[in-house]
Protein backbone atom coordinates (compact mmCIF):
# COMPACT_ATOMS: atom_id res chain seq x y z
CA UNK A 1 0.00 0.00 0.00
CA UNK A 2 1.13 3.54 -0.99
CA UNK A 3 -0.12 6.60 -0.18
CA UNK A 4 -0.62 7.96 -3.92
CA UNK A 5 -3.20 5.08 -4.09
CA UNK A 6 -7.24 4.98 -3.88
CA UNK A 7 -6.65 2.50 -0.91
CA UNK A 8 -4.98 4.20 1.17
CA UNK A 9 -6.72 7.61 0.56
CA UNK A 10 -10.43 5.76 0.95
CA UNK A 11 -10.24 2.65 2.53
CA UNK A 12 -7.00 3.16 5.20
CA UNK A 13 -7.19 6.54 5.65
CA UNK A 14 -11.19 7.79 6.92
CA UNK A 15 -11.84 4.67 9.33
CA UNK A 16 -8.13 5.39 11.14
CA UNK A 17 -9.42 9.17 11.54
CA UNK A 18 -12.64 8.47 12.35
CA UNK A 19 -11.16 6.24 15.18
CA UNK A 20 -8.03 7.93 16.39
CA UNK A 21 -10.37 11.55 17.54
CA UNK A 22 -12.87 9.31 19.06
CA UNK A 23 -10.87 8.38 21.46
CA UNK A 24 -10.55 11.06 24.06
CA UNK A 25 -6.74 12.51 24.70
CA UNK A 26 -7.06 14.41 27.49
CA UNK A 27 -6.99 11.26 29.80
CA UNK A 28 -3.96 9.44 30.96
CA UNK A 29 -5.04 6.25 28.99
CA UNK A 30 -6.12 8.01 26.15
CA UNK A 31 -2.53 8.14 24.43
CA UNK A 32 -1.86 4.68 25.10
CA UNK A 33 -5.07 3.84 23.25
CA UNK A 34 -4.29 5.86 20.55
CA UNK A 35 -0.93 4.39 20.33
CA UNK A 36 -1.94 1.06 20.51
CA UNK A 37 -4.75 1.89 17.21
CA UNK A 38 -1.66 3.48 15.32
CA UNK A 39 0.56 0.61 15.86
CA UNK A 40 -2.31 -2.08 14.52
CA UNK A 41 -3.27 0.18 11.52
CA UNK A 42 0.43 0.16 10.78
CA UNK A 43 1.02 -3.31 10.74
CA UNK A 44 -1.87 -3.60 8.51
CA UNK A 45 -0.85 -0.97 6.45
CA UNK A 46 2.71 -2.67 6.07
CA UNK A 47 1.29 -6.28 5.54
CA UNK A 48 -1.09 -5.18 2.88
CA UNK A 49 1.99 -4.56 0.89
CA UNK A 50 4.05 -7.15 2.72
CA UNK A 51 2.67 -9.74 4.22
CA UNK A 52 5.41 -12.57 4.62
CA UNK A 53 8.22 -9.84 5.76
CA UNK A 54 5.93 -8.39 8.68
CA UNK A 55 7.62 -10.94 11.04
CA UNK A 56 11.18 -10.06 9.95
CA UNK A 57 10.07 -6.51 10.86
CA UNK A 58 9.09 -7.53 13.78
CA UNK A 59 11.65 -10.15 15.06
CA UNK A 60 14.26 -6.92 14.43
CA UNK A 61 11.81 -4.80 16.85
CA UNK A 62 11.73 -7.50 19.61
CA UNK A 63 15.87 -7.82 18.99
CA UNK A 64 16.53 -3.91 19.51
CA UNK A 65 14.19 -4.08 22.57
CA UNK A 66 15.96 -6.92 24.57
CA UNK A 67 19.61 -5.71 23.32
CA UNK A 68 18.38 -1.81 24.23
CA UNK A 69 16.97 -2.76 27.53
CA UNK A 70 20.59 -4.80 27.88
CA UNK A 71 22.60 -1.97 26.93
CA UNK A 72 21.12 0.68 29.37
CA UNK A 73 21.12 -1.73 32.54
CA UNK A 74 24.67 -3.14 32.49
CA UNK A 75 28.15 -0.90 32.83
CA UNK A 76 30.38 -3.60 31.62
CA UNK A 77 30.82 -5.05 28.20
CA UNK A 78 28.10 -2.65 26.98
CA UNK A 79 30.30 -2.06 23.00
CA UNK A 80 29.75 -5.87 22.72
CA UNK A 81 26.41 -5.79 23.05
CA UNK A 82 26.22 -2.55 20.89
CA UNK A 83 28.15 -4.22 18.21
CA UNK A 84 26.05 -7.98 18.58
CA UNK A 85 22.64 -5.68 18.89
CA UNK A 86 23.88 -3.50 15.50
CA UNK A 87 25.16 -6.66 13.45
CA UNK A 88 21.52 -8.43 14.19
CA UNK A 89 19.65 -5.48 13.06
CA UNK A 90 21.60 -5.27 9.63
CA UNK A 91 22.03 -8.92 8.96
CA UNK A 92 18.23 -8.89 7.56
CA UNK A 93 19.01 -5.71 5.21
CA UNK A 94 22.30 -7.01 4.10
CA UNK A 95 20.38 -10.59 2.90
CA UNK A 96 17.62 -9.76 1.30
CA UNK A 97 19.18 -6.49 -0.52
CA UNK A 98 22.32 -7.28 -1.28
CA UNK A 99 23.05 -10.86 -1.11
CA UNK A 100 22.72 -11.04 -4.98
CA UNK A 101 24.87 -8.59 -5.41
CA UNK A 102 27.50 -9.51 -3.66
CA UNK A 103 26.94 -13.38 -5.42
CA UNK A 104 27.19 -11.82 -8.98
CA UNK A 105 30.36 -10.39 -8.32
CA UNK A 106 31.87 -13.43 -6.51
CA UNK A 107 30.98 -15.49 -9.58
CA UNK A 108 32.11 -13.02 -12.23
CA UNK A 109 35.83 -12.10 -10.29
CA UNK A 110 36.60 -15.43 -9.09
CA UNK A 111 34.76 -17.91 -11.80
CA UNK A 112 33.07 -19.73 -9.74
CA UNK A 113 28.76 -20.56 -10.03
CA UNK A 114 27.21 -20.42 -6.90
CA UNK A 115 24.04 -20.01 -6.89
CA UNK A 116 22.56 -16.49 -7.54
CA UNK A 117 19.32 -15.59 -4.90
CA UNK A 118 16.52 -13.23 -6.41
CA UNK A 119 14.66 -12.17 -3.33
CA UNK A 120 11.48 -9.77 -3.02
CA UNK A 121 13.21 -6.59 -0.97
CA UNK A 122 10.96 -6.70 2.06
CA UNK A 123 9.49 -2.71 1.72
CA UNK A 124 10.99 -0.02 3.55
CA UNK A 125 13.88 -2.33 5.50
CA UNK A 126 16.76 0.34 4.75
CA UNK A 127 14.52 3.27 6.29
CA UNK A 128 13.63 0.99 9.43
CA UNK A 129 17.14 -0.82 9.77
CA UNK A 130 18.68 2.79 9.80
CA UNK A 131 15.66 3.34 12.86
CA UNK A 132 16.94 0.84 14.77
CA UNK A 133 20.52 1.33 14.43
CA UNK A 134 20.41 4.73 15.71
CA UNK A 135 18.18 3.92 18.23
CA UNK A 136 20.69 1.54 19.52
CA UNK A 137 23.58 3.70 19.66
CA UNK A 138 21.68 6.93 21.16
CA UNK A 139 20.85 4.34 24.06
CA UNK A 140 24.25 3.27 24.52
CA UNK A 141 25.34 6.76 24.08
CA UNK A 142 23.30 7.46 27.20
CA UNK A 143 21.19 10.09 24.84
CA UNK A 144 18.08 8.42 25.36
CA UNK A 145 16.98 5.66 27.97
CA UNK A 146 15.85 2.29 26.45
CA UNK A 147 12.29 1.93 25.65
CA UNK A 148 10.39 -0.43 28.28
CA UNK A 149 6.94 -0.31 26.86
CA UNK A 150 7.82 -2.64 23.50
CA UNK A 151 4.75 -1.74 22.00
CA UNK A 152 6.20 2.10 22.07
CA UNK A 153 9.24 0.86 20.82
CA UNK A 154 7.39 -1.07 17.78
CA UNK A 155 5.19 1.95 16.66
CA UNK A 156 8.08 3.98 16.53
CA UNK A 157 9.53 1.61 13.93
CA UNK A 158 6.61 1.04 12.11
CA UNK A 159 4.94 4.04 12.51
CA UNK A 160 2.95 4.05 8.67
CA UNK A 161 3.41 7.53 7.81
CA UNK A 162 7.15 6.94 7.64
CA UNK A 163 8.09 3.41 7.18
CA UNK A 164 8.52 2.49 3.52
CA UNK A 165 9.99 6.17 2.41
CA UNK A 166 11.12 8.11 5.30
CA UNK A 167 12.29 10.63 6.43
CA UNK A 168 14.34 8.49 8.72
CA UNK A 169 12.93 9.79 12.48
CA UNK A 170 15.24 9.35 15.72
CA UNK A 171 14.09 7.77 18.09
CA UNK A 172 15.42 10.77 20.29
CA UNK A 173 13.41 13.32 18.38
CA UNK A 174 10.15 11.51 18.81
CA UNK A 175 10.46 9.68 22.45
CA UNK A 176 8.73 12.36 24.05
CA UNK A 177 6.13 12.74 21.53
CA UNK A 178 5.20 8.80 21.87
CA UNK A 179 3.94 9.41 25.85
CA UNK A 180 3.02 13.00 25.66
CA UNK A 181 1.46 14.87 22.47
CA UNK A 182 -1.30 16.90 21.77
CA UNK A 183 -3.68 17.84 18.70
CA UNK A 184 -5.11 20.73 17.69
CA UNK A 185 -7.06 21.98 15.02
CA UNK A 186 -4.19 23.90 13.30
CA UNK A 187 -1.56 20.74 13.51
CA UNK A 188 -4.71 19.12 11.66
CA UNK A 189 -5.28 21.57 9.21
CA UNK A 190 -1.45 22.32 8.63
CA UNK A 191 -0.97 18.47 8.37
CA UNK A 192 -3.92 17.81 5.80
CA UNK A 193 -2.90 21.16 3.85
CA UNK A 194 0.80 19.37 3.68
CA UNK A 195 -0.21 15.95 3.21
CA UNK A 196 -2.21 17.48 -0.09
CA UNK A 197 0.54 18.78 -1.45
CA UNK A 198 2.33 16.25 -1.14
CA UNK A 199 -0.14 14.01 -2.78
CA UNK A 200 -0.15 16.62 -5.74
CA UNK A 201 3.50 16.85 -6.35
CA UNK A 202 3.70 13.02 -6.47
CA UNK A 203 0.72 12.31 -9.10
CA UNK A 204 0.28 15.58 -10.88
CA UNK A 205 4.28 16.18 -11.58
CA UNK A 206 6.20 13.16 -10.90
CA UNK A 207 4.42 10.44 -12.40
CA UNK A 208 3.49 12.65 -15.28
CA UNK A 209 7.31 13.36 -15.66
CA UNK A 210 8.18 10.02 -15.19
CA UNK A 211 6.10 8.90 -18.41
CA UNK A 212 8.08 11.38 -20.46
CA UNK A 213 11.26 10.00 -18.68
CA UNK A 214 10.04 6.39 -20.22
CA UNK A 215 9.52 8.03 -23.61
CA UNK A 216 13.07 8.91 -23.87
CA UNK A 217 14.06 5.05 -22.73
CA UNK A 218 12.11 4.11 -25.61
CA UNK A 219 12.58 6.43 -28.04
CA UNK A 220 14.75 4.98 -31.13
CA UNK A 221 16.84 8.01 -32.00
CA UNK A 222 17.23 10.29 -28.33
CA UNK A 223 18.55 13.37 -29.52
CA UNK A 224 20.95 15.94 -28.00
CA UNK A 225 17.32 17.91 -27.61
CA UNK A 226 15.46 14.95 -26.19
CA UNK A 227 18.29 14.13 -23.65
CA UNK A 228 18.68 17.65 -22.11
CA UNK A 229 14.57 17.31 -21.92
CA UNK A 230 15.27 14.07 -20.45
CA UNK A 231 18.51 15.05 -17.94
CA UNK A 232 16.04 17.94 -16.64
CA UNK A 233 12.82 15.68 -16.18
CA UNK A 234 14.40 13.30 -14.45
CA UNK A 235 16.15 15.87 -11.89
CA UNK A 236 12.42 16.95 -11.65
CA UNK A 237 10.77 13.19 -11.23
CA UNK A 238 13.17 12.21 -8.76
CA UNK A 239 12.92 15.42 -6.41
CA UNK A 240 9.23 15.31 -6.47
CA UNK A 241 8.32 11.86 -6.63
CA UNK A 242 10.36 11.65 -2.40
CA UNK A 243 9.83 15.15 -1.41
CA UNK A 244 6.06 14.64 -2.43
CA UNK A 245 6.30 11.64 -0.44
CA UNK A 246 8.30 12.87 2.36
CA UNK A 247 5.59 15.54 2.63
CA UNK A 248 2.87 13.49 2.65
CA UNK A 249 4.90 11.78 5.82
CA UNK A 250 5.23 14.76 7.31
CA UNK A 251 1.89 15.98 6.83
CA UNK A 252 0.53 12.92 8.60
CA UNK A 253 2.44 12.49 11.70
CA UNK A 254 1.30 16.25 12.68
CA UNK A 255 -1.94 15.22 11.68
CA UNK A 256 -1.62 12.72 14.25
CA UNK A 257 0.51 15.06 16.36
CA UNK A 258 4.13 14.13 15.42
CA UNK A 259 6.25 16.86 14.33
CA UNK A 260 9.11 14.97 12.08
CA UNK A 261 12.11 16.78 10.41
CA UNK A 262 11.91 18.22 7.37
CA UNK A 263 13.72 16.10 4.61
CA UNK A 264 13.93 18.54 1.86
CA UNK A 265 14.88 22.02 1.62
CA UNK A 266 14.70 23.60 -2.48
CA UNK A 267 18.24 21.61 -3.03
CA UNK A 268 18.35 22.46 -6.55
CA UNK A 269 19.26 26.36 -5.50
CA UNK A 270 22.30 25.39 -4.15
CA UNK A 271 26.01 26.83 -4.37
CA UNK A 272 27.68 23.79 -4.25
CA UNK A 273 27.88 19.78 -3.61
CA UNK A 274 28.09 19.68 0.33
CA UNK A 275 25.13 22.55 0.30
CA UNK A 276 23.19 20.35 -2.09
CA UNK A 277 23.83 17.48 0.65
CA UNK A 278 22.47 19.63 3.88
CA UNK A 279 19.66 20.48 1.77
CA UNK A 280 18.63 16.83 -0.19
CA UNK A 281 17.07 13.73 1.62
CA UNK A 282 18.34 15.65 4.88
CA UNK A 283 17.61 12.69 7.22
CA UNK A 284 19.75 9.82 5.53
CA UNK A 285 22.56 12.72 5.20
CA UNK A 286 22.98 13.57 8.92
CA UNK A 287 22.38 10.25 9.67
CA UNK A 288 25.53 9.02 7.75
CA UNK A 289 27.26 12.10 9.46
CA UNK A 290 26.26 11.23 13.16
CA UNK A 291 26.46 7.50 13.46
CA UNK A 292 29.24 7.17 10.47
CA UNK A 293 31.13 10.16 9.74
CA UNK A 294 32.22 11.37 13.11
CA UNK A 295 32.38 8.34 14.61
CA UNK A 296 35.33 7.68 12.32
CA UNK A 297 36.81 10.83 13.07
CA UNK A 298 34.96 13.42 10.70
CA UNK A 299 37.43 15.57 9.75
CA UNK A 300 39.29 16.06 12.78
CA UNK A 301 41.73 13.51 11.48
CA UNK A 302 44.89 13.45 8.89
CA UNK A 303 44.08 14.94 5.18
CA UNK A 304 44.51 11.02 3.90
CA UNK A 305 42.31 9.87 6.65
CA UNK A 306 39.33 12.41 6.11
CA UNK A 307 39.17 11.64 2.13
CA UNK A 308 38.94 7.93 3.11
CA UNK A 309 36.36 9.18 5.58
CA UNK A 310 34.67 10.85 3.18
CA UNK A 311 34.53 7.68 0.37
CA UNK A 312 33.53 5.17 2.95
CA UNK A 313 30.61 7.42 3.83
CA UNK A 314 29.63 8.28 0.15
CA UNK A 315 30.52 4.67 -1.03
CA UNK A 316 27.95 3.63 1.66
CA UNK A 317 25.46 6.12 0.88
CA UNK A 318 25.49 5.12 -2.68
CA UNK A 319 24.97 1.49 -1.25
CA UNK A 320 22.18 2.43 0.52
CA UNK A 321 20.46 3.27 -2.45
CA UNK A 322 20.91 0.26 -4.29
CA UNK A 323 22.63 -2.98 -4.88
CA UNK A 324 24.36 -1.98 -8.05
CA UNK A 325 27.34 -0.19 -9.53
CA UNK A 326 25.28 2.63 -10.73
CA UNK A 327 24.18 3.50 -7.11
CA UNK A 328 28.33 2.96 -5.52
CA UNK A 329 29.54 5.16 -8.27
CA UNK A 330 26.64 8.23 -7.93
CA UNK A 331 27.79 7.95 -3.74
CA UNK A 332 31.46 7.94 -5.15
CA UNK A 333 30.43 10.71 -7.71
CA UNK A 334 29.46 12.96 -5.01
CA UNK A 335 32.76 12.09 -2.87
CA UNK A 336 35.13 13.31 -5.86
CA UNK A 337 32.85 16.69 -6.38
CA UNK A 338 33.25 17.42 -2.34
CA UNK A 339 36.34 16.57 -2.06
CA UNK A 340 37.26 19.21 -4.74
CA UNK A 341 34.57 21.49 -3.10
CA UNK A 342 37.08 21.89 0.02
CA UNK A 343 40.25 21.91 -1.81
CA UNK A 344 38.77 24.75 -4.43
CA UNK A 345 37.34 26.76 -1.70
CA UNK A 346 39.28 29.91 -1.89
CA UNK A 347 38.51 30.10 -5.94
CA UNK A 348 34.69 29.04 -5.84
CA UNK A 349 34.31 31.70 -2.73
CA UNK A 350 35.15 34.32 -5.35
CA UNK A 351 32.96 33.03 -7.95
CA UNK A 352 29.25 34.66 -7.89
CA UNK A 353 26.24 33.19 -6.68
CA UNK A 354 24.74 32.48 -10.63
CA UNK A 355 27.90 30.44 -11.94
CA UNK A 356 27.89 28.53 -8.97
CA UNK A 357 24.23 27.51 -8.57
CA UNK A 358 24.22 26.61 -12.89
CA UNK A 359 27.42 24.53 -12.36
CA UNK A 360 26.08 22.89 -9.33
CA UNK A 361 22.98 21.90 -11.17
CA UNK A 362 24.78 20.53 -13.58
CA UNK A 363 26.86 18.35 -11.93
CA UNK A 364 23.90 17.16 -10.06
CA UNK A 365 22.15 16.57 -13.22
CA UNK A 366 24.60 14.47 -14.22
CA UNK A 367 24.89 12.38 -10.92
CA UNK A 368 20.80 11.84 -11.79
CA UNK A 369 21.34 10.58 -15.29
CA UNK A 370 23.88 7.70 -13.98
CA UNK A 371 21.02 7.28 -10.80
CA UNK A 372 18.85 6.13 -13.54
CA UNK A 373 20.81 4.23 -15.58
CA UNK A 374 20.74 0.80 -15.58
CA UNK A 375 24.17 -0.17 -16.40
CA UNK A 376 27.10 2.06 -16.90
CA UNK A 377 27.16 1.73 -20.68
CA UNK A 378 23.61 2.93 -20.60
CA UNK A 379 25.02 6.28 -18.74
CA UNK A 380 27.98 6.79 -21.06
CA UNK A 381 25.28 6.65 -23.71
CA UNK A 382 23.24 9.37 -22.63
CA UNK A 383 26.02 11.46 -21.28
CA UNK A 384 27.36 11.33 -25.08
CA UNK A 385 24.17 12.68 -26.44
CA UNK A 386 24.17 15.85 -24.44
CA UNK A 387 26.64 16.71 -26.47
CA UNK A 388 25.82 14.94 -29.67
CA UNK A 389 25.84 17.97 -31.97
CA UNK A 390 25.04 15.97 -35.07
CA UNK A 391 22.08 14.89 -33.90
CA UNK A 392 20.37 18.48 -32.30
CA UNK A 393 16.60 17.65 -32.91
CA UNK A 394 13.76 15.70 -34.79
CA UNK A 395 10.14 15.51 -35.35
CA UNK A 396 9.61 13.23 -32.18
CA UNK A 397 11.59 15.70 -30.08
CA UNK A 398 9.73 18.64 -31.09
CA UNK A 399 6.68 16.80 -30.72
CA UNK A 400 6.92 15.83 -27.16
CA UNK A 401 8.56 18.97 -26.63
CA UNK A 402 5.41 21.01 -27.59
CA UNK A 403 3.08 18.16 -25.41
CA UNK A 404 5.31 18.65 -22.07
CA UNK A 405 7.04 22.00 -22.68
CA UNK A 406 3.91 23.74 -19.80
CA UNK A 407 4.87 20.41 -17.26
CA UNK A 408 8.62 21.71 -17.57
CA UNK A 409 8.10 25.04 -16.60
CA UNK A 410 6.02 24.44 -14.06
CA UNK A 411 8.31 21.34 -12.41
CA UNK A 412 11.31 23.97 -12.55
CA UNK A 413 9.94 26.47 -10.80
CA UNK A 414 8.16 24.46 -8.54
CA UNK A 415 11.64 22.89 -7.08
CA UNK A 416 12.87 26.52 -6.44
CA UNK A 417 11.33 28.54 -2.93
CA UNK A 418 9.33 30.99 -5.32
CA UNK A 419 5.80 29.41 -5.22
CA UNK A 420 6.13 28.75 -1.03
CA UNK A 421 7.16 32.86 -1.01
CA UNK A 422 4.29 33.67 -3.59
CA UNK A 423 1.66 31.70 -1.28
CA UNK A 424 3.03 32.94 1.70
CA UNK A 425 2.90 36.95 0.60
CA UNK A 426 -0.98 35.87 -0.63
CA UNK A 427 -2.33 33.99 2.69
CA UNK A 428 -0.68 36.90 4.44
CA UNK A 429 0.05 40.27 3.12
CA UNK A 430 -2.01 40.43 -0.40
CA UNK A 431 -5.12 42.61 0.11
CA UNK A 432 -7.32 39.07 -0.75
CA UNK A 433 -5.15 37.48 2.00
CA UNK A 434 -8.39 36.51 3.86
CA UNK A 435 -10.23 35.47 1.06
CA UNK A 436 -7.35 33.32 0.28
CA UNK A 437 -7.03 31.40 3.67
CA UNK A 438 -10.69 30.84 3.01
CA UNK A 439 -10.41 29.33 0.07
CA UNK A 440 -7.87 26.62 1.41
CA UNK A 441 -9.86 24.05 1.95
CA UNK A 442 -11.83 24.60 -1.60
CA UNK A 443 -8.17 24.39 -2.98
CA UNK A 444 -7.32 21.28 -1.34
CA UNK A 445 -10.40 19.50 -2.44
CA UNK A 446 -10.01 20.78 -5.79
CA UNK A 447 -6.33 18.86 -5.79
CA UNK A 448 -7.77 15.61 -3.64
CA UNK A 449 -10.67 15.41 -6.76
CA UNK A 450 -7.78 15.60 -9.39
CA UNK A 451 -5.38 13.42 -7.99
CA UNK A 452 -8.00 10.87 -7.47
CA UNK A 453 -9.53 11.41 -11.18
CA UNK A 454 -6.03 10.10 -12.47
CA UNK A 455 -5.78 7.42 -9.70
CA UNK A 456 -9.05 6.17 -11.03
CA UNK A 457 -7.77 6.66 -14.72
CA UNK A 458 -5.14 4.25 -14.35
CA UNK A 459 -2.18 6.36 -14.96
CA UNK A 460 1.24 6.12 -14.60
CA UNK A 461 1.98 5.57 -10.75
CA UNK A 462 5.36 4.43 -9.79
CA UNK A 463 6.86 5.07 -6.75
CA UNK A 464 10.86 4.95 -7.04
CA UNK A 465 12.01 4.86 -3.70
CA UNK A 466 10.13 1.56 -3.28
CA UNK A 467 12.90 0.19 -3.55
CA UNK A 468 14.50 1.23 -1.02
Known sequence: MVFSGIPFLYFFLPPLLGLYFLIPGKFSWGIRVKNLLLLVFSLVFYAAGEPKYIW?????????????LLIDRVSKGRGILLAVSIGISLIPLLFYKYAGFFTENINAIFGTSIPVLRLS??????FYTFQLVSYLADVYRRRVPAQKNPLSLALYVSFFPQLIAGPIV???????MLDHRTHSFEDFSAGAWRFTMGLAKKILLA?????????????????????WIYAIAICCQIYFDFSGYSDMA?????????HFIENFNYPYMSKGPAEFWRRWHISLGSWFRDYVYIPMGGNRV???RWMFNILTVWFLTGFWHGAGWTFIGWGLYFAVFLVAEKFAKPVIDKTPDAVRRVVTLFIVMISFILFDAANITEFARNVGNL???????NAETLYYLRSYAV???????GCTDFPKRGAKWLAEKSPAAAVIQAAVPAVMTVLLLVCTAYLVDGSFNPFLYFRF
Open 56 to 68: LMLGSILAAYVFA
Open 121 to 126: LPIGIS
Open 170 to 176: RYSDINE
Open 207 to 227: NTLGELCDLYRNSADQTMLFT
Open 250 to 258: IGLGRIFGF
Open 302 to 304: SLS
Open 387 to 393: FNFGNLV
Open 407 to 413: LLVLAVI
